[in-house]
């Protein structure tokens, strides 16, 4: 184990427990994130969060989309 992983264990325990606004946005191209990771990991520990995918985007999202990202927080941001 890293040094640091009893460490983001802990906190990844705790960020199910937070019911704030939460998006989710990643690249459907994304090869460091890939889709299933999406769904078992990040959607587990926040499961209330609202997931949207960018097709074609990768792990840079603003770099590869940078008009689509911007669309898509600032609807979610004034849905919130």
Known sequence: DHPSAAVIRHIEQQLSQLNLPTLILW???DSTTPPSWIRTRWL???PHAQEERLEGAGHYLIEDQPAETLQRF???LQSV
Do not use: W, Y
Request: proline share 0%; aromatic share 22%.
């Open 74 to 76: 600032t609807r979610f």
């Open 27 to 29: 690249g459907s191209a």
């Open 44 to 46: 587990k520990l926040f």
